[in-house]
């Protein structure tokens, strides 16, 4: 087998892990939740690049609006309200911490070896221009993916209905 | 035309039982409706009765006892492989019977609504249920009398005794302030429980009888056959079966119809009211022992000179004597009357004992008719009697009937009633001359023939082997009886009628009313007139039931008319007689005091108490039986009862150790381990809910992660 | 397409165990809808890494996007769980005055 090449890809996509696996230790593991927040913006920061990486810009934006521009800020909303709870001297891992990380190192470890030994069957090829296009009428299409795209709306106005239902004062 | 009749003689008892219901069930509280309905019960069965009796009197050559009858078979019991028929007959034994027995009845009827006081305040409250147990009595007697066979019998003859007791006792609230006296409801316990010795013996008798013979049937029984059979085989050595039986069957006669020792229940019986003194114990239910013999007499005389026919004329002759002995020291009305009744009773069954089956039976009837007659005209003197006294102690309030000073029986407290009550008198009189056998009233015929019959034995050796000695010795006892029987008659008449009245309530007696005294009248016709049926010289009752009878191959005796016999037996009554009116009617006594007594001292004292009978019998039988009860009870109690109580006691205790060893440690035990082991599981199994939802997350997480680990290992 | 696929898988599942351990392990509620964020990523980055090394070669229809239609519909899914995620953790801090997960046991037996 021949040595495989070092490209730019390859320093890049080793940049955007780093920043994402570490902004991803950091969530779990500090106390502050606040910066746990901003630690997982990070995280989803270096994921968007990861879907550059691949190709799919579009998805890339999206990761972007969506996850940090809105998901995160709801989550740091949701810290603001409740932080006053938060005492200093607060453990932030409850007590089977411990298990939860030999369980998580011992599902890394049986993934990755599995991952590692199985021939995946790809192949070369170059996406074709015009997928965001081609992703728009997909969505809209009877034949294709119409109905998943009416479905996630409904499931959306739900979300919204029980958010509202559930989080409203009395 | 008779075989119609004949066939419908099962109606004789049924219409007064008819009676006897419709009183129970319906007519109770109406007098007037209940008094009807008994006279019709009664008058339909004498009407029938004597459309029977003069039918078989045409035709009484197939009817002559014993083996010939009209039968009208009833019912058949099946018994195992034997078969028993009930039915009825009609032979002219029977319609001898119910010449008398209806009749009597009918006038014992319609004088006991007057005796009961009907119509006037002193009405009897008990009423109507007087007159449904006399027409029960009727059922009773009209059954035995038309029975083809002894299980019939022996129930209607139960069903007699059961109406003596109820009727002796009919006024069972009456008591008395002397102790000694017996009272009403005593009296009837008495009288059934002493006829219950005989009832059992005769029982026994009868069922020997079934089960040497196989049959009750009184057709089958005495043929001659059975007979011979029953004369031939033994029970023990010495001890032919016919003599054993007729032995037994004898003891119901002598307990039924009060005979010696079975005696002492009839003087007491005169405690219910003389309508039933009347009708049970002087007409009716009396002669049914006679009739019992009469009815049986081919098995006593099957074998000839059996010991049974000796027993029963001695038992016979010698009641008859004893009796008589004992009436002359009495003082109450009824109760000489009573032992009159037993002497002629004696009679009877002495007849019987030497063959002068004929006589005997032409006895019981006229007996029946004038001491039937005899018993009322002693009811209507003593109502007199109580009248007067009611009518001069006009102020005492009279609600019960006791009156402690005053026995209105006594004829100590009569006396001249004979101006007072002349229809009473003058009958009560004509049935005394019946009684003692005075020409030619009816009791000189009967009695007559049975002396003669007696006298004839003597000199010619008895019919049907019995012997000269038993003969004269009848003869002798029945004439000398006869001779006391005028005494205490006369004594009778002369104390109740003759001078003047010894205290105020017979100096105000009045006589009865007319429903009282026509039935004495007639009553007193037929005491005149009926003998004349049976003069030696044309004898209708030999002809009905002698003269064609084959007894056991014999034929019955054919009583000549014997003047010497006759001679004496009147001599006898006269003298008797003539004795009474010696010391009661020439100077009629104004003290309420015997002239005999102090002359025979403690003769009259022994005679007066009933040679103690009494209570040497309760000396010597009862209390020793009540002790043994009393013995039984204890042992009932402590023995039987503590036995079951302790098992009882027993049962308790185990049941409390099972529950202590068994049922609480291992029964509770496992049903309590179960629950234990549950809630143990239960306890382990909560730990896994800690209500922490990452605690979920983690065990699932982790399940995923050895599973992969297991696929990994196996690939 | 020089980063070979099993690089992109790794990454995502390194990502998703982290995750997997944040949800696991933090006591506050909002921690827990982290970790359950990160492992919604690690999934889409597992989508899209298919997508590109597979399906874009091999598809037969002349648009080869299902994978990129599942990773927006993924995403989709996640805005809107986060969303009810976070009305249910006020909902409950209304009520039990707390945010820590272990205090929101009532099914405890």
């Known amino acids: 087998m021949s040595i495989p090449q070092v490209t730019v890809s390859h320093v890049v996509f080793v940049i955007l892990s780093a920043i994402a696996l570490i902004g991803a230790l950091g969530v779990v593991t500090t106390r502050n939740l606040f910066r746990a927040a901003l630690f997982l913006v990070l995280s989803f920061i270096g994921v968007a690049g990861f879907y550059i990486l691949l190709e799919a810009e579009f998805l890339a934006m999206v990761q972007i609006l969506v996850y940090v521009g809105a998901i995160a800020i709801l989550i740091i909303f949701a810290i603001m309200l409740s932080q006053r709870l938060m005492a200093p001297g607060y453990k932030a891992s409850n007590e089977q911490w411990l298990w939860a990380l030999v369980a998580a190192v011992a599902l890394f470890a049986a993934l990755a070896f599995i991952l590692l030994n199985v021939g995946w069957p790809t192949a070369e090829a170059s996406v074709p221009q015009g997928t965001v296009a081609e992703l728009g009428k997909a969505l809209v299409d009877p034949d294709q993916y119409l109905l998943v795209f009416e479905v996630a709306s409904v499931l959306l106005l739900a979300a919204l209905v029980g958010a509202v239902v559930i989080a409203r004062e009395r | 035309m008779s075989e119609f009749f004949f066939n419908l003689v099962w109606l004789l008892p049924l219409f007064p039982l008819a009676a006897f219901a419709i009183i129970v069930l319906w007519t109770n509280r109406n007098r007037l409706l209940s008094t009807w309905i008994a006279w019709i019960g009664i ?110 019998l022996l129930v209607f003859w139960e069903i007699m005794g059961l109406c003596s007791y109820l009727l002796i006792g009919f006024w069972f609230d009456k008591s008395y302030p002397d102790p000694k006296r017996i009272t009403p409801k005593e009296a009837g316990l008495k009288a059934f429980l002493t006829t219950r010795i005989g009832d059992v013996i005769m029982l026994a008798g009868i069922l020997l009888l079934y089960s040497q013979t196989g049959t009750l049937t009184f057709t089958q029984v005495f043929s001659e056959e059975t007979l011979h059979h029953l004369a031939t085989t033994y029970a023990f050595p010495g001890m032919p079966w016919a003599t054993l039986i007729a032995l037994l069957i004898f003891g119901g006669a002598v307990g039924k119809s009060s005979q010696f020792p079975l005696h002492v229940w ?422 896994t809910q800690t209500g922490n939802v990452q605690n979920y997350i983690l065990v699932a997480a982790v399940t995923v992660v050895l599973l992969l680990f297991l696929f990994l290992i196996r690939a | 397409m020089q980063v070979p696929l099993s690089w992109y898988l790794i990454v995502a599942a390194a990502l998703f165990c982290i995750g997997l351990y944040g949800a696991l392990s933090r006591r506050n509620a909002i921690g827990v809808l982290m970790g359950v964020e990160l492992m919604l990523n690690s999934v889409n980055i597992n989508l899209l890494a298919f997508w590109r090394h597979i399906e874009v070669a091999t598809a037969s229809t002349p648009a080869a996007l299902s994978g990129q239609v599942f990773a927006i519909i993924v995403i989709t899914v996640a805005a809107a769980e986060a969303a009810v995620g976070l009305a249910l953790i006020i909902a409950v801090y209304r009520n039990r005055r707390t945010v820590a997960i272990e205090d929101v046991d009532m099914m405890k037996l």
């Not at chain 2, 078969?83 to 010449?99: E, K, N, P, R, Y």
């Not at chain 2, 009773?140 to 009398?145: A, K, P």
């Open chain 2, 43 to 152: 008058g339909l069965a004498w009407i029938l009765g004597w459309i029977i009796l003069f039918l078989s009197w045409a035709n009484f050559e197939e009817l002559t006892p014993p083996v010939h009858g009209h039968p009208v078979p009833l019912y058949s019991i099946p018994t195992g492989s034997l078969q028993l028929t009930l039915g009825f007959q009609v032979d002219t034994l029977t319609a001898l019977m119910l010449l008398m027995v209806p009749f009597v009845c009918l006038m014992i009827f319609i004088y006991s609504k007057g005796y009961m006081n009907y119509g006037t305040e002193n009405v009897d409250p008990r009423y109507s249920r007087f007159f449904a147990y006399i027409s029960l009595f009727a059922c009773g007697m009209l059954g035995l009398v038309v029975s083809d066979n002894f299980v019939t």
């Open chain 2, 266 to 687: 009839l003087p007491d019986a005169m405690e219910g009211p003389t309508p039933v003194s009347a009708l049970i114990h002087a007409a009716t239910m009396v002669s049914a022992g006679v009739y019992l013999v009469a009815r049986s007499f081919p098995i006593f005389v099957a074998v000839p000179g059996g010991l049974q026919l000796s027993v029963v004329a001695f038992i016979g002759a010698f009641t008859a004597l004893f009796a008589s002995t004992i009436a002359v020291a009495q003082n109450d009305i009824k109760r000489v009357l009573a032992y009159s009744t037993i002497s002629q009773l004696g009679y009877m069954i002495a007849a019987l004992g030497v063959g002068a089956y004929v006589a005997a039976v032409f006895h019981l009837i006229t007996h029946a008719f004038f001491k039937a007659l005899l018993f009322m005209g002693s009811g209507s003197v003593i109502h007199g009697v109580e009248h007067g006294h009611h009518h001069v102690h006009h102020g005492h309030s009279d609600t019960d009937h006791s009156d402690g000073d005053f026995d209105p029986n006594d004829m100590m407290n009569m006396g001249g009633l004979l101006k007072r009550m002349p229809r009473t008198g003058w009958t009560f009189i004509i049935g005394a001359l019946a009684l003692t056998g005075i020409f030619p009233w009816a009791g000189f015929w009967s009695k007559d023939e049975i002396l003669a019959e007696a006298w004839h034995g003597f000199q010619h050796g008895g019919e049907f082997g019995v012997t000269m000695g038993w003969a004269f010795f009848v003869w002798l006892f029945l004439t000398l009886a006869a001779f006391l029987t005028a005494f205490y008659t006369g004594r009778q008449i002369f104390l109740t009628f003759a001078g003047q009245p010894r205290t105020e309530a017979a100096k105000h007696a009045p006589e009865s009313v007319p429903s009282m005294t026509w039935p004495l009248i007639i009553l007193a016709l037929f005491a005149t007139f009926l003998g004349l049926f049976g003069t030696p010289w044309a004898n209708q009752f030999f002809t009905l039931i002698g003269e064609k009878a084959e007894v056991v191959g014999e034929h019955l005796p054919h009583g000549e008319f014997n003047l010497l016999i006759a001679g004496v037996s009147t001599a006898v009554a006269l003298a008797g007689w003539f004795l009474g009116w010696l010391i009661y009617g020439r100077k009629p006594l104004t003290e309420p005091v015997d002239p005999l007594e102090k002359p025979l001292g403690p003769v009259y004292t022994l005679l007066k108490n009933k040679y103690y009978f009494d209570e040497i019998y309760q000396k010597f039988i009862i209390n020793p039986t009540i002790s043994l009860g009393r013995v039984c009870a204890t042992f009932d109690r402590r023995v039987v009862d503590g036995i079951v109580n302790a098992v009882g006691t027993f049962g308790r205790w185990l049941s409390s150790w099972l529950r202590k060893a068994i049922d609480n440690p291992i029964v509770d035990g496992a049903v309590n381990g179960v629950g234990w082991i549950t809630a143990q599981a239960g306890e382990f199994m909560r730990a």
